[in-house]
C-alpha cells in the first residue's frame, strides 16, 4: 500500500426532498451566484422551479447561465468566467450532471486567475483560488459533485482535457434520487458505465497490498451491476435509484483511490473519441473499456482472474487463470451490451478514418496509463480492436 493523505470536505446532503435546503446551504457562501445549468431539462421536470424558490426564500440573488451541453465546451466556460467578474458573483451553483458541474468548476478557477482557464489543462499552470461551487445533482455518473476534477473540452482542436485540483471539490451536494427517475434508459446506462469505469481505473493498480480498497471496489461494482437492471426495468424505484446515485459518488470521491495508484488511460482514450464524435462519455467507455482489458491482462493476469470471480462471479480455473481473466472481460462487454450500450465503434455509427489523429491526441503529453504504460502504437492497437 502506498502512502496517501485522503481528504474530501464535500457535505453530502442525500434523500428525498433535499433540492428544498439548497438556498440555506448557498447563503452560508454568498448572496449572489451564478446558477449554472444544462438544456432546459431541468425546467421540464420541475426541479428548476423549487432551486428558484429556495433560493428566493433565503434572500441569495442569482444569474442564470444556461446551455451546458455533453462534454462541456470552453466557449460556455469563458462567458461564465466574463458573467462572474462582471456581476461580481461569490459562488456557482450547479444544477445539472457532470458536465454542468465540470463547467462550474472550470468557471470558479478562471475567475480569479489573470490567464487563460485552458492554461489549467494543459498543465501550463495550477490554480492558486477558486470560487465556490455547489451541486445540486440530477444524473449520477460522472462522481463530480464530490470530485477535485474536471474535463472540458475546447472546440479548437477539438481537444479534451482534464484537470485535477483540490479548488475543484464542491462545498455542497444535493442528491436526491427522486429526481433521477426521469432520466432516459440510455442516460441511466450511460452514468452506469462512467461510474463502473471510475472504479476500474483505480482497480486496475500496479501497487500490491491493497486488499481493503479492493473489496470496496469490487463491493461497488457488484452494486452498480446488481440494481442497474432494476433501475431500468422500474425507473422510479427509490431504493434501486439510491443505490445507483451513491455509488455515483463513492467510485469517484478518491476513497477508493486511497494507498493505491490509479490507471486512467482508457479515460484518456476516451477522452478523444468523445472530442471528435460527440458520443456520451460512458458509452465511449463501454466500447473502451473491455479493449483495454484484452490488451494489457497479461500484465497480471491474477488481477484480472480475481475481478473475473469476486465481480462477476467467474469460477477459478487454477490451471489456466488466464481464461478465468478473459470470461471477466467477456462477462464486462455482455453487461454493457445488455443495458443498451454499444460496443465497439461500428456499433456507435463511428468512423474508422481517424484513429491514429485519436492516438496521437491521447498521447500528447507523453505515455499514458499505470497499470501499463501505453504508447501512440499501443492506443491505436486498441482504437482498431475497438472497431468492431
Sequence with gaps: MENFVFHNATKIIFGK?????????????????LLH??????????????????????????????????????????????????ENIGFILAVGGGSVIDSAKAIAVGVPYDGHVWDFFEKKAEPQAAL???????????????????????????????????????????????????????????????????????????????????????????TIIHNAPIVLTEPKNYDARAEIM????????????TGRVGDWATHAIEHELSALYDIP?????AILFPCWMRYVYKRDVKRFAQFAHRVWGVEVELRNLEETALKGIKRLKTFFRSIGLPTSLKEADIPDDRLEEMAEKATWAGPIGNFVKLKKEDVLQIYKMACG
Excluded at 426532498?17 to 448572496?31: A, I, Q
Excluded at 442569482?62 to 462582471?86: A, D, S
Excluded at 462512467?194 to 461494482?221: G, I, Q, S, W
Aim: glycine fraction near 10%; include cysteine; aromatic fraction near 6%.
Design 17 to 33: 426532498g433535499t433540492e428544498e435546503k439548497v438556498g440555506e446551504e448557498t447563503v452560508r457562501y454568498s448572496k449572489k451566484v
Design 37 to 86: 445549468y444544462g438544456q432546459g431539462s431541468i425546467k421540464r421536470i420541475g426541479l428548476y422551479d423549487r432551486v428558484v424558490k429556495s433560493l428566493k426564500e433565503a434572500g441569495v440573488a442569482f444569474i442564470e447561465l444556461g446551455g451546458v451541453q455533453p462534454n462541456p465546451r470552453l466557449e460556455l466556460v469563458e462567458r461564465g468566467i466574463k458573467i462572474c467578474r462582471k
Design 132 to 222: 465556490p461551487v455547489g451541486v445540486v445533482l440530477t444524473i449520477p455518473a460522472a462522481g463530480s459533485e464530490s470530485s477535485a476534477s474536471a474535463v472540458i473540452t475546447n472546440e479548437v482542436g477539438p481537444y479534451k482535457r482534464g484537470m485535477y485540483s483540490l479548488l475543484l471539490r464542491p462545498k455542497f451536494a444535493i442528491m436526491n434520487p427522486e429526481i433521477t427517475f426521469s432520466l432516459s434508459p440510455y442516460q441511466t446506462a450511460c452514468g452506469i458505465a462512467d461510474m463502473m469505469a471510475h472504479v476500474m481505473e483505480r482497480y486496475f493498480t500496479p501497487t500490491k497490498n491493497v486488499e481493503l480498497t479492493d473489496r470496496l471496489c469490487e463491493a461497488t461494482l457488484r
Design 246 to 257: 451513491w455509488a455515483s459518488t463513492i467510485a469517484h470521491n478518491d476513497l477508493l483511490s
Design 281 to 285: 462519455h460512458g458509452a465511449g467507455l
